[in-house]
């Protein structure tokens, strides 16, 4: 079953802990991104990875670290620096970010709740 | 910065009635742009793009680089139309994309 695949479905955290967040694709996608969906804001970009062992910062990077060791995996780590991370979180890939037209397909994303 | 724009939180239209999600832009160059849809429990989706000019689902959207708008229209909805759709634009090269905050488009009976 091809795909991108988001683990756990529904996280809680407690203040202070770092926490991890599952991405994996069987696309043989190059790049792969995360973005955090807030009500009324839309999708924000939080790091993004167009090859192995390189990614960059998005727009709202503060707080999240991001590792690309393996082409199919690209988690998130939200550390406790993050001010406001209950939020949802969805991982996307796509097959390269210079071909014309390109599309990114989306995971079902990883609704996180800080107690 | 580029930034895009979608005016209206919330639509609410009966079935059968025109369509109209709005969509502006700011770039000065000649972007790529997007429409993304989200049905209720399902995931973010792409519906179309403008290079392709095609009609999804009975949607089309027309670039106009003058009043940079990619503004997405049906001209009859239907109640499985109802969803959240984000407008999104990709500048050239290695680039990401920007989203709008999204409309959720409610089409009642």
């Known amino acids: 079953d091809g795909g991108i695949t988001q683990s756990p479905k529904y996280l809680f955290r407690k203040e202070g802990q770092n926490v991890t967040l599952s991405c994996e694709q069987n696309?043989?996608?190059?790049?792969m991104y995360w973005y955090r969906q807030d009500p009324g804001q839309g999708l924000r970009l939080i790091y993004y990875?167009?090859?192995?062992?390189?990614?960059q910062k998005g727009d709202i990077a503060e707080g999240y670290s991001v590792s690309r060791e393996k082409k199919e995996s690209f988690p998130l780590t939200v550390t406790s620096a993050q001010k406001n991370p209950t939020a949802f979180y969805l991982c996307a890939s796509s097959s390269s970010g210079l071909a014309g037209g390109y599309e990114q397909f989306f995971g079902p994303g990883t609704r996180l709740t800080v107690l | 910065a580029q930034r895009v724009t979608q005016p209206e939180k919330l639509l609410s239209v009966f079935k059968g009635a025109p369509v109209e999600l709005k969509c502006n832009y700011s770039?000065?160059?000649?972007?790529?742009l997007f429409w993304y849809v989200q049905y209720s429990r399902q995931r973010l989706q792409l519906l179309l793009r403008h290079i392709s000019r095609e009609s999804i689902k009975g949607f089309t959207a027309d670039l106009n680089k003058g009043e940079t708008s990619f503004h997405l229209k049906k001209p009859f909805a239907q109640e499985e139309d109802s969803a959240m759709y984000y407008c999104a634009l990709k500048l050239g090269g290695y680039s990401t994309l920007t989203f709008g905050k999204g409309t959720m488009l409610l089409v009642s009976p």
């Open positions: 696309l043989n996608h190059d790049a």
């Open positions: 770039y000065s160059g000649s972007p790529e």
């Open positions: 990875s167009q090859i192995v062992n390189d990614f």
